[in-house]
């Protein structure tokens, strides 16, 4: 498993504060398209660092929305799936319909490329 990325990020707070800013960065193509629509933290601000999401981006112009769940590399080993499903958004008159892209994945270079490419057709697509 020596390919796998910030494999303790579930035990350790500053290598799961790592993998985010990997995330952030390596989507930084959507910024300015696309803002977290999910809440990642408790009511007192406390992050939940369970990796559901690790990073979550809404187009809410174009009424589609994206998260990535990044599981335990120790309890499934290498892993990617993707799928979509019908969600609302909350907007500022209340919620829209929307659809959300949804991949889960253990986090390699080879998972984090194709989330990426994925991310990339969902939110741009043509």
Same mark, same amino acid.
């Given at each position: 498993?020596? *390919?796998?990325?910030?494999?303790?990020?579930?035990? *350790?707070?500053?290598? =799961?504060?790592?993998? !985010?800013? =990997?995330?952030? /960065?390596?989507?930084?193509?959507?910024?300015?398209?696309? /803002?977290? =629509?999910?809440? &990642?933290?408790?009511?007192?601000? +406390?992050?939940?660092?369970?990796?559901?999401?690790?990073?979550?981006?809404? *187009? #809410?112009?174009?009424?589609?929305?994206? #998260?990535?769940?990044?599981?335990?590399?120790?309890?499934?080993?290498?892993? =990617? &799936?993707?799928?979509? +499903?019908?969600? !609302?958004?909350?907007?500022?008159? $209340?919620?829209?319909? /929307?659809? !959300?892209?949804?991949?889960?994945? &253990?986090?390699?270079? /080879? &998972? @984090?490329?194709? @989330?990426?490419?994925?991310? #990339?057709?969902?939110?741009?697509? $043509?």
């Amino acid at each position: 498993m020596s *390919d796998i990325l910030f494999a303790d990020f579930l035990e *350790d707070h500053a290598v =799961y504060a790592a993998a !985010e800013a =990997y995330w952030q /960065a390596r989507l930084a193509f959507l910024d300015g398209q696309c /803002a977290p =629509y999910l809440r &990642t933290a408790f009511a007192n601000g +406390q992050p939940f660092y369970d990796g559901n999401p690790i990073i979550n981006l809404a *187009d #809410r112009n174009a009424g589609k929305a994206a #998260r990535i769940v990044q599981q335990c590399p120790h309890e499934f080993g290498h892993d =990617y &799936t993707s799928f979509e +499903q019908a969600i !609302e958004l909350a907007d500022g008159d $209340g919620h829209r319909p /929307a659809q !959300e892209k949804i991949i889960v994945l &253990t986090l390699t270079q /080879a &998972t @984090a490329h194709r @989330a990426e490419d994925a991310l #990339r057709a969902w939110f741009m697509p $043509g």
